[in-house]
């Protein structure tokens, strides 16, 4: 069985919305998390700012000062006391570029760590069957009026003439193989071809003997050509799954390498973030857990400036556009979800108005537009793409 991974979503359509999938509370948390890390860093950017700007006066006052120096003594004096002022520029700048590259790095960290509940429910959807079920009973023809009767007279038509046609007896043996035709199954590619070609015989072979079972074979006949040409699609649509799964798969081994290397790094024990953070109910105390995380994120920059002086800016930048490609990549990821979710829209369009299938069909459409609408609003992948471009700041 291949795996429908958006299928969940469905909870939101029923009103059900399990505690490991519904993130308005878990967003909210990080999000809190990142406003403090904001604004902790626009609070002591200000101030830096004005510190230089006051130093930048003293600069100007002392030069003023010195174009009108009496004595050797007092320019000497002068001169020294600039130095002094200057080298407290130059720390309060490092201090300001601290400041960033602290608010920044903390700001990966804590998106990085929370990726892990983000990605979660996009696994979770195979949860829920309801909506792939119906599309499958669709494309099922046991489930329309008088066809699994007809199809019983037909197969019965097929093995009695089977050892004197070929198409016959291949169809036999197919028939033999999968048991009645279901949606699971599919009428399509050469299944369906020699299908039609011993319904066309068996409808032949009625001639003008039995006009009613001739009217009902036609009908089936015609019945289970829209249904190939539906189940063909249908699965063309579903092959695209295979893609996403993969593209989800690989961005979950990248962000589970990356979580590893960036806890290590902070001396978090994994166990201990599994505990305390991923599996945590208590919003307060995952709240807690995250200001922790948080902390040991400056402290990692103070560390890397104070014992790598020339390479700390160079490192922390490489974790901070690592974390962000991969919030990138996620946000892909839930565009191609939806883009194709959206071909649906396409499949039910061109099928709702056909007389055969056209019931089913609409049934579907009004849970399709909700599933778009939960998705779309749970995880909005154009935002989520255009504020993981724009997650870092510069003061």
């Given at each position: ?116 509940k983000e ?52 169809t036999s ?166 883009s194709n ?55």
């Amino acid at each position: 069985m291949k795996l429908k991974i958006f299928f969940v979503i469905y909870a939101f359509v029923t009103n059900i919305c399990p505690v490991t999938f519904c993130q308005t509370g878990e967003a909210s948390i990080r999000n809190k998390v990142l406003e403090d890390i904001v604004k902790e860093s626009s609070d002591t950017n200000s101030k830096l700012e004005k510190k230089i700007g006051e130093l930048d006066q003293k600069i100007k006052d002392i030069d003023d000062a010195l174009l009108s120096s009496k004595s050797e003594e007092e320019t000497i004096s002068k001169l020294r006391e600039r130095i002094k002022i200057l080298e407290e520029k130059e720390q309060a700048q490092r201090n300001q570029e601290l400041s960033i590259y602290t608010a920044n790095y903390q700001t990966a960290v804590i998106n990085l760590v929370s990726m892990e509940k983000e990605i979660r429910p996009l696994e979770l959807f195979a949860a829920s069957r309801d909506f792939y079920d119906e599309l499958n009973e669709v494309s099922n023809p046991m489930s329309y009026d008088g066809y699994k009767d007809w199809f019983t007279i037909f197969k019965k038509f097929v093995n009695e003439k089977k050892d004197k046609d070929a198409t016959l007896e291949v169809t036999s043996k197919i028939l033999n193989t999968v048991g009645d035709f279901t949606g699971s199954i599919g009428i399509t590619g050469a299944l369906s071809e020699c299908l039609f070609d011993s319904i066309g015989k068996f409808i032949e072979s009625l001639g003008s003997r039995d006009k009613k079972l001739r009217k009902q074979s036609v009908e089936m006949f015609n019945l289970t050509m829209i249904l190939s040409q539906y189940a063909n699609d249908k699965n063309l649509i579903e092959s695209e799954w295979s893609t996403i799964e993969t593209e989800l798969s690989e961005l979950k081994e990248v962000q589970k390498k990356n979580i590893a290397e960036t806890l290590k790094s902070l001396s978090i024990d994994k166990n201990d973030f599994d505990q305390k953070f991923l599996q945590e109910t208590n919003a307060i105390k995952s709240l807690n857990y995250l200001n922790k995380i948080k902390d040991l994120a400056k402290g990692k920059v103070e560390s890397e400036r104070k014992n790598n002086i020339d390479s700390w800016k160079d490192n922390i930048y490489l974790d901070m556009q690592t974390v962000q490609s991969l919030k990138i990549r996620f946000g892909q990821n839930t565009t191609h979800i939806f883009s194709n979710l959206k071909k649906y829209q396409d499949l039910v369009n061109k099928y709702k108005k056909d007389t055969s299938i056209g019931v089913k069909v609409i049934s579907l459409e009004g849970k399709l537009s909700r599933l778009e609408k939960a998705f779309d609003q749970t995880f909005n992948p154009q935002k989520y793409i255009s504020d993981a471009s724009r997650m870092y700041k510069i003061y």
